[in-house]
Structures are given as structure tokens and as C-alpha cells.
């Protein structure tokens, strides 16, 4: 409970965020010109969910987005939010990182605060009411508050977002009411819709990558993606051939899209990676401040490195092996980090080591060119692709059952290897001419469907070895 003059100040700060929010949502939603920003893929599918309410189709009246910082959730939230202003409904939009730093108060304080400026309970609410949340891993006290006004009133609908972890922190009773939903770094595709304004060619990312994970045979994948080779090439044609490069570089993160600086670019980026350890890692409780110090340098050396040795981390930043490994999780649990486990029996993965990869490239590529590093262009760019492949597979596998994402630690061994029920692919990318080695010495020891070599070369087939070269442009549109 607050006292009178705390809920005083409440109260004057919900009736700002009110009166300005529309405001605040169309610096999100226009670009300095005052045209809409392009919605990202996932629009459509988060729109509907509050239609259905509205339209009485659906009871899914909670609605969780996560992910990476930087992936764009607060824009998607400021679009709906702005979308529904015609709507007979109430809309409230609130920080929660604000509620919690500048007021000083908890969510559940709010709330109660906009129950008596409206003068109405929300059991009593005689009109939707359509409740936007941003950073609700802000309060910590946030599950609890949720499930209450869930439980209270049918008449309420709950949009949140949140950091990558916070479905891990839910208990049951949240996981049967909540609807979590996952946004990823932008797709190529989304990238050029964001920066040019071209749109995808309808229905041939979805070809694609029918083809590329689903054909029967090397073959088969050489011949379906040869039949559709004028398609994408059409939409290749007025695509600078820059574009791919500034993308591995930092254009999977949406707010760096439009900024034309490059040093500003990085500086951004910078930032970002600092609010996920200072702020996301941090409020797990699990690390001091030297040991928090420290993971900025752990991240620099792991951009370094192809497989990730916890006892050379822990000699390198004098921290125990469990506590870098407890590090590892963490950043792992912000999404900064992909970890891709050594293809093999449950013991052989807890015996290799892992791959880690960069959730989006432009954390590796800020690391190299904000910092600097000594390694070569191509040996950099190859590690931008590799973290890009790992991005759309991790993307492409998301909640799908009885499958994986392996690599074969062997010296020369497939970058990746794809688990299904009962078949399996092998990757293997780069940007130059290597891979089909790669690709037939891990293809030695495990059965798989076929293997793909992912680099700028053409299209082309080694049909012996059931193999197919994939160029990495057919590939984006994944």
C-alpha cells in the first residue's frame, strides 16, 4: 500500500502517460518523414490475437513477447498500441523500468492508481481495456500482479514484453494463462523492407525453405530450388550487393538499420550488450559486481574463439570454471549467446565442448570493428555468416518437437549438423570456396538426408558425395 501523497504522484504520472502516449508511440511507429514504419512478420500474428479478443473468437486474453534487447519488441508494441487507438476501448501503455526506477513504486501500486482514476474497479470495467506493459522484468513482483489482474477481470487484455529469460522465471500458473511469444532479429527480407521498403516476394521465403529442409534428396533440393531460380533472382535485381554485408555487420537489429554512421552504429551496439550484462544478467542475483565487470572481456575473448574452454576462461579472468559456466547460461538465457552442442550421445556433449554463437551477428561485428582485432577480413566475415545461419536455424527450429541443432566437433568437421525425427542435414557455410570437405567427412560418420554447403558460390550439385552447394543469397530468404 502507498500512502495519499505517493498515490497523488501516481496518479499525475498516469494521467502524463495518458495524455501522451499516442505521442510517444509515433516516434516508434513514423519515420522523420511522418510515413509508417514497415511491421515486422510477426505483426499480423500478435494484431490478431487482440482482434479475436475484441471480437470475442479467442478466451487468450494474456499475451508475453520476449526477446532480445534491440530486437524491436517496443516498436511492435508502440504499433499495436497506436493501431488500437479507433478501437472502443481503453488503452493504457506504461515502462515498467520507469514505474519501477523513477516512481519508486510496484506495478500492482499503478494499477490500483488507475483503478480510482477512472473510477471504476477492473471487475467492473464496462469496455475492454487494453493494457500494454513494457520491461515487466522490471518489477519483480510482475507474475504475481499479472495473474491477479488475470483472474480478476475478463475484461482485460495483457500485452507484456519482456527480456529473453523471462519465460524461465514463470511458474506454472503463468505458463497456463500467459501466451509466450518469441522475436527474433530481423530476417534479411525484413531488413531490406525496413531500410528500402521493397516487401518479400509472397510465398517464396516459405518455397524456399520447404525445399532446403524438407526434399528428399540432394537431388531433389538441386532441382526444386533450379525450377525457382528466376523468382529469386527477380527479387535479388535491385538489391545492392553491399546489402548482405551490411547485414552481417548489423543489420539484424532493427534500431541500427537507418543509421548511416558507422562508428554511431557500433557505439549503439556497444550499449546494447552493456544493458544486457548491467542490467538482464545482473538482476538474476547469481553474480558480484567484479564478477559482472568481467563478462565485457569474456564476451570480447569469445568472439575469438571457435569452441569455448570454461578452464581457459577461468584461468584467463581468475573466476572459478562453475561460475564462467554459470556466466555462459546466463548470457545464453539474455539470447546474447547460441549454444550449439557437439553432435553425439548425451555424455559426448557433456564431455566436448560447445560452439557458442552470437545471437546477431553485429554483437561479433561490433567486437571487431569497435574494439579492433587483428583477424582477417574473411576469416571475420566467415564468422558473421557462421552467426547468421545459426540465427535463422535457431529461428527455423523454434518450438518444433524432436528435432536439433548439432555441430560436428571434430578438426574439420560440418559447422551444423539438423536434426528431425528421423533424418538429418549437414551445414557447413563460408564465404570462400571451402565446405565440401567439411560437409563429407562429417557425412562419414553419421547418416544424413543430404548436406548443404552455404557460401557466394553458384548453385550446384556433387551428386556423388549428396551434396548441394546453396548460394547464400537463396539461402536469407529462409
Known amino acids: ?27 516508434y511507429i513514423f519515420d522523420e518523414n511522418k510515413k509508417l514504419r514497415p511491421k ?3 505483426y499480423t500474428k500478435l494484431h490478431k490475437y487482440f482482434t479475436d479478443f475484441f471480437e470475442h473468437k479467442s478466451a487468450a486474453r494474456w499475451l508475453i513477447l520476449t526477446g532480445l534487447r534491440g530486437a524491436g519488441k517496443t516498436t511492435i508494441m508502440s504499433q499495436l498500441y497506436y493501431v488500437e487507438k479507433n478501437s472502443d476501448v481503453r488503452r493504457l501503455y506504461l515502462s515498467v523500468d520507469h514505474i519501477v526506477q523513477i516512481l519508486g513504486v510496484g506495478l500492482s501500486d499503478v494499477l490500483e492508481a488507475y483503478e480510482d482514476l477512472i473510477g471504476i474497479a477492473m471487475e467492473r470495467l464496462d469496455k475492454p481495456l487494453y493494457l500494454f506493459l513494457d520491461e515487466i522484468q522490471y518489477d519483480e513482483k510482475w507474475a504475481i ?44 527480407a525484413e531488413y531490406i523492407k525496413i531500410k528500402t521498403g521493397k516487401k518479400e516476394t509472397k510465398g517464396l521465403g516459405k518455397e524456399v525453405r520447404g525445399i532446403i529442409f524438407n526434399s528428399a534428396s540432394a537431388r531433389d533440393v538441386y532441382d526444386s530450388l533450379k525450377k525457382i531460380e528466376n523468382r529469386i533472382n527477380e527479387y ?77 576462461l577461468a584461468g584467463i579472468f581468475n573466476i572459478s570454471r562453475p561460475k564462467v559456466m554459470e556466466i555462459f547460461v546466463a548470457l545464453e538465457q539474455t539470447e546474447t549467446l547460441i549454444r550449439v552442442y557437439p553432435h553425439g550421445s548425451h555424455l559426448n556433449q557433456v564431455k566436448k565442448p560447445s560452439k557458442y554463437l552470437f545471437a546477431s551477428p553485429a ?14 577480413k574473411e576469416n571475420y566475415m566467415g564468422k558473421l555468416l557462421e ?38 542435414i549437414i551445414i557447413e557455410v563460408g564465404m570462400g570456396d571451402k565446405g565440401i570437405a ?23 550439385i556433387f551428386e556423388k558425395e549428396g551434396i548441394v552447394q546453396v548460394p547464400l543469397k537463396y539461402f536469407l530468404l529462409v
Do not use: C, H
Not at 157 to 184: C, H, Q, W, Y
Open 145 to 188: 500482479t499479472l495473474k491477479s489482474l488475470y483472474d480478476r477481470s475478463k475484461n482485460v487484455f495483457i500485452f507484456a514484453t519482456g527480456s529473453s529469460a523471462l519465460s524461465l522465471n514463470t511458474n506454472p500458473d503463468i505458463a497456463r494463462r500467459a501466451i509466450f511469444e518469441k522475436l527474433f532479429p530481423l530476417s534479411f
Open 1 to 27: 500500500m502507498v500512502n495519499n501523497e505517493k498515490k497523488e504522484k501516481i496518479i499525475k504520472f498516469l494521467q502524463d502517460q495518458i495524455s501522451q502516449a499516442d505521442f510517444r508511440a509515433e516516434a
Open 236 to 312: 535479388w535485381i535491385d538489391i545492392e550487393r553491399m546489402e548482405i554485408e551490411r547485414y552481417m555487420q548489423y543489420g539484424s537489429l532493427p534500431f541500427m538499420v537507418m543509421l548511416n554512421n558507422e562508428a554511431l552504429v557500433y557505439d549503439q551496439i556497444n550499449k546494447t550488450l552493456d544493458r544486457i550484462i548491467n542490467s538482464d544478467v545482473a538482476r538474476t542475483g547469481q553474480f558480484n559486481s567484479e564478477t559482472i565487470s568481467k563478462i565485457p572481456s569474456i564476451l570480447y575473448a569469445t568472439a575469438d574463439m571457435d569452441q569455448i574452454s570454461f578452464a581457459k
Open 387 to 424: 552467426d547468421t545461419i545459426g540465427m535463422y536455424l535457431s529461428r527455423f527450429l523454434f518450438k518444433k518437437i524432436n528435432t536439433s541443432l548439432t555441430y560436428d566437433n571434430a578438426q574439420g568437421g560440418a559447422d551444423f549438423i539438423v536434426g528431425f525425427a528421423k533424418d538429418m
Open 438 to 460: 567439411q560437409v563429407a567427412q562429417t557425412a562419414s560418420k553419421i547418416k544424413a538426408k543430404y548436406g548443404l554447403v552455404v557460401s557466394k558460390n553458384g548453385l550446384n
Open 40 to 42: 515486422r512478420n510477426i
Open 363 to 376: 554483437f561479433r561485428s561490433m567486437y571487431y570493428n569497435f574494439i579492433g582485432n587483428v583477424i582477417s
